[in-house]
């Protein structure tokens, strides 16, 4: 026999089994709606939730992180403004793409000012006061850019791991909010067997037969409140029965059986038929 209770308090809003009806291991029995459930599967839908939104920025950070390797090796190279844009037009780069290369730009700027007067400076068109000033501009500006192309190299692999580490703390508050709904239920489940996309399939537990058998009884009706731990219904498997012998110690000697002994059992009420059994 096995005594189905109520793992919660809740309402009783569909009973779906009647004494004597036989059932399936897994065949639905009855429908309970439970606020507790309901509060506790709604706090794992916000959590992953919150799960779905911290692999999307780790999405977003992994692909930022690659294409601003892809821009840093570009400019190490010496490559045009022209050419960065025109490769990485469609990729994906956050403010970093405007913080290096508009120091790029200015450090290639100052360096083309510096080739051209440098003729200059050497004919004595220029003075070579003017010289040294571009030299220093092309200086400041070679450094502002080497410090910007190391800060994002830096931020961006920073985001990247604090990313990461956002989705494994979203992932275990997943599994501990999963949990608080399994230790509510008493049992198990398989979180993608439950629909969770509106309020009534949050609060919605299914009572089913754990095992074969028929039912013998049961203590409420539709539309009953039950509370945690009160008998729903009573399960029996009739496909075998234990029977209970008291021997009197003097006929000990008589009786010799063994585990696995063959017997036959009369039932008075069926007009002492015989039934084959096992010790």
């Known amino acids: 026999h096995v005594d189905i209770k109520a793992p919660m308090?809740?309402?009783?809003?569909?009973?779906?089994?009647?004494?004597?009806?036989?059932?399936?291991?897994?065949?639905?029995?009855a429908v309970i709606t439970s606020a507790e459930i309901g509060q506790s599967r709604a706090a794992f839908v916000k959590q992953e939730k919150q799960r779905q939104i911290a692999a999307h920025t780790l999405n977003r950070e992994t692909t930022i992180a690659a294409n601003l390797r892809l821009l840093t090796s570009m400019v190490d190279q010496g490559e045009s403004i022209e050419a960065i844009e025109e490769s990485l037009n469609n990729l994906e780069l956050g403010s970093y793409r405007q913080d290096i290369l508009a120091t790029y730009s200015k450090m290639r700027f100052a360096a083309e000012m510096v080739a051209k007067i440098e003729p200059?400076?050497?004919?004595?068109?220029?003075?070579?006061?003017v010289l040294r000033e571009?030299?220093?501009?092309?200086?400041?500006?070679?450094?502002?850019?080497?410090?910007?192309?190391?800060?994002?190299?830096?931020?961006?692999?920073?985001?990247?791991?604090?990313?990461?580490?956002?989705l494994s703390e979203a992932e275990r508050q997943c599994e501990l909010s999963w949990k608080s709904v399994e230790d509510l239920l008493g049992h198990r489940e398989d979180r993608k067997s439950v629909r969770m996309d509106n309020e009534e399939q949050l609060s919605r537990l299914e009572l089913r037969a754990p095992i074969t058998g028929t039912l013998e009884s049961r203590a409420f009706s539709n539309n009953e409140r039950v509370s945690r731990g009160e008998s729903l219904f009573i399960l029996a498997n009739t496909d075998s029965f234990y029977v209970t012998a008291n021997i009197r110690e003097s006929e000990w000697d008589a009786v010799s059986v063994a585990p696995g002994t063959?017997?036959?059992?009369?039932?008075?009420?069926?007009?002492?038929?015989?039934?084959?059994a096992s010790v």
């Open 262 to 276: 063959a017997l036959s059992v009369a039932i008075p009420a069926l007009n002492n038929r015989l039934f084959p």
């Open 120 to 129: 200059l400076a050497s004919s004595g068109s220029i003075a070579g006061r």
């Open 9 to 29: 308090d809740g309402m009783l809003v569909e009973v779906r089994a009647t004494p004597g009806q036989s059932l399936e291991a897994g065949q639905l029995i």
């Open 134 to 166: 571009r030299e220093t501009e092309r200086q400041v500006s070679e450094s502002a850019f080497r410090t910007a192309r190391d800060q994002a190299r830096y931020a961006a692999e920073q985001a990247k791991l604090h990313a990461e580490a956002a």
